[in-house]
């Protein structure tokens, strides 16, 4: 089937042609990088200076990020450090986090990350 483009109309609802499309430029959108590249090396190393106490993100995220960083923070330690996706975590390290949405904020769909760090590569060997 061959399509006429001087043709680029099609009957509308209300009985009117309108055209199938129109030209236009994409909105400028500011796509983010990987999450928080330079703020999660942060937070993971103010989280070691404390071992075994708990953090939570200062940040709001989507409930599908959220999860997919407390998930990798998770299996950090299985894991080869070029396939994890947060920045600043060590090749050996263990990690305990939970997300979910934090009663100081309203917003149901806010979602929190808490994370503490467990122990490194040398104690887990030991």
Partial sequence: MQFD???SSVLGVSGVFVPV??????????RSRR??????SARLAL???KP????RTSTPMTRST???VASDLRCSFRRRLGSIRVSGVLAGERWEAEY???????????FYVWFRF???SDEVSQ
Avoid at 21 to 30: D, G, Q, Y
Avoid at 35 to 40: E, M, N, R, S, T
């Fill in 5 to 7: 483009v001087s043709d």
């Fill in 100 to 110: 979910g949405n934090d009663l100081s904020d309203s917003d149901l769909s806010h």
């Fill in 35 to 40: 999450v928080g590249l330079g703020v999660w």
């Fill in 118 to 120: 467990v122990s490194d």
């Fill in 21 to 30: 499309a129109v030209e236009s430029l994409p909105p400028k959108v500011c």
């Fill in 52 to 55: 075994g106490v708990w953090f």
């Fill in 66 to 68: 959220a999860s997919q």
């Fill in 47 to 49: 989280a070691r200076s």
